[in-house]
Structures are given as structure tokens and as C-alpha cells.
């Protein structure tokens, strides 16, 4: 791994205050025809020198599924900007659930996400 980057697991990005188990519901129809219904960021990466922080948000048929440590059933894969003069440490768990609530696949379309609730 060279100097530009970093990567943490997660529960490194709890900070105060900030439970380690967030994760947000929202319900989702994958390509199978399952419904997916429980969110979790399991891999978060810091492109430095890219101003880049790239994490995964596994998704799971429901919280049970999660904590029986069922596969996910859905990865959606992430990139969000670092805003100029934020340090990395500055992105918690809920800064980057909150990007997905707002994330649009593209301009003209929905977040499908938009109205996604904490777990």
C-alpha cells in the first residue's frame, strides 16, 4: 500500500459519541428478486492524494441475516470527495451514510437511498 492511501476497518471510524453498529434500512429489490433491507459500510479506503475516501455498503435481507453473519447480498461500491482542508479523520461513519443518503446514480435521477433510516 503506498503513502497515498489508507485503509480502515470501519470500527475505526467510530468516534465519539458514534455507535460502531450504524447502519441504515432501507428496502432495495436486487437483481434475484430478494429484498435487501439492512445496510452496513464493511471497507472503507482514504485515497489521499486522490482527495478520495471509497468504502462498500453491504446490504443483507435484514438485520438477523447481519448478525447471524449471513453473506451479503448486495455490495454497492462508493466514491466520495474529501472536501478540500478536511482531514481524513474528519469522516466519520455517520458523514458517510449521510453521502448515501444523497448519492444519485446520476444527476437527473432519485437517491435511492434519500430516505433511508439509522439502524
Given at each position: 500500500m503506498s503513502s497515498a492511501s489508507v485503509a480502515f476497518a470501519p470500527e475505526r471510524l467510530a468516534k465519539r459519541g458514534e455507535s460502531l453498529k450504524m447502519a441504515i434500512i432501507k428496502g432495495q429489490i436486487t437483481a434475484t428478486g430478494a429484498t435487501v433491507e439492512y445496510w452496513r459500510i464493511v471497507d472503507v479506503n482514504f485515497r489521499l492524494t486522490a482527495g478520495v475516501v471509497s468504502f462498500i455498503l453491504a446490504g443483507y435481507l435484514n438485520k438477523r441475516?447481519?448478525?447471524?453473519?449471513?453473506?451479503?447480498?448486495?455490495?454497492?461500491?462508493?466514491?466520495?470527495a474529501i472536501p478540500e482542508g478536511t482531514a481524513h479523520e474528519a469522516i466519520t461513519r455517520k458523514v458517510l451514510y449521510d453521502f448515501v443518503k444523497g448519492w444519485r446514480p446520476f444527476p437527473a435521477a432519485e437517491a435511492p437511498f434519500a430516505d433511508a433510516a439509522d439502524a
Open positions: 441475516a447481519r448478525e447471524d453473519e449471513r453473506e451479503p447480498q448486495k455490495l454497492e461500491r462508493f466514491d466520495m
